[in-house]
């Protein structure tokens, strides 16, 4: 499967501790992107990477949660003293460069934080 | 503001009638579009996109969407329903972000239902 792959499917985590997802891109994709998705909403931009670089930031993004993407291939998302508020579908996607490209989807993790 | 719209909640079709799922945006500059269908627990499949030329496309699984500048649309449109496409149906757009890269920015999306 060359797809977009992500790890882990399913999360549940108690109140206040620390979760971290990783994300596969398609090898060949220079582009990775990191979205939350909860129940009845499309999916709302986290971050975004170019390379190895992390180049924008959503508001979203708060100090509790930090992304990386080192050596520019996969990439990990953490959250830090989780709170019930942050239960959603964490979906990372891959694309190439260039601004007509289409991003792909990886299945998403899915967190509840109890 | 940048954004794109999926004005439908929930469109009911019966099979084999055709279908469409409007989507409305507004950017400045030209827009790239993009069409991505999700299943229950999955990831966003990519549809379709329009980036320039013919303002009907053709993409995946029989579906096309019609972009039209006028109306800042870009309705995705099948000619004959399957209880198959029976999914989340999401509008997006390449949205120039405060540190000047394009972003895809989705709508809030639409539950297409088909009854057999």
């Known amino acids: 499967d060359t797809g977009v792959s992500q790890d882990p499917r399913h999360k549940i985590t108690k109140r206040g501790q620390n979760v971290t997802f990783r994300c596969d891109p398609i090898?060949?994709?220079?582009?990775l992107y990191w979205y939350r998705q909860t129940l009845g909403q499309g999916p709302e931009f986290l971050t975004y990477?170019?390379?190895?670089?992390?180049?924008?930031k959503s508001r979203l993004l708060s100090d509790r949660f930090s992304a990386e993407r080192p050596k520019g291939s996969f990439s990990t998302l953490e959250i830090q003293r989780t709170e019930q508020g942050d239960s959603a579908m964490y979906l990372c996607?891959?694309?190439?460069?260039?601004?007509?490209?289409?991003?792909?989807f990886g299945q998403g993790t899915r967190l509840t934080v109890v | 503001a940048q954004s794109v719209a999926q004005p439908e909640d929930q469109v009911n079709v019966a099979e084999g009638n055709p279908l469409t799922v409007k989507c409305t945006y507004s950017?400045?500059?030209?827009?790239?579009l993009f069409w991505y269908v999700q299943y229950p627990n999955r990831g966003l499949q990519f549809l379709l996109k329009?980036?320039?030329?013919?303002?009907l496309v053709k993409g995946s699984y029989g579906f096309e969407a019609e972009f039209n500048k006028s109306q800042t649309s870009f309705h995705l449109k099948k000619p004959s329903a399957l209880v198959s496409d029976s999914a989340l149906y999401f509008c997006a757009v390449r949205v120039l972000r405060p540190g000047g890269s394009y972003i895809p920015t989705f709508g809030r999306g639409t539950s297409l239902i088909v009854h057999p």
């Open positions: 090898s060949e994709h220079n582009r």
């Open positions: 329009y980036i320039t030329g013919d303002n």
């Open positions: 950017v400045s500059g030209n827009p790239y």
């Open positions: 996607a891959s694309s190439l460069e260039g601004s007509s490209k289409e991003a792909f």
């Open positions: 990477f170019q390379n190895e670089a992390q180049l924008e």
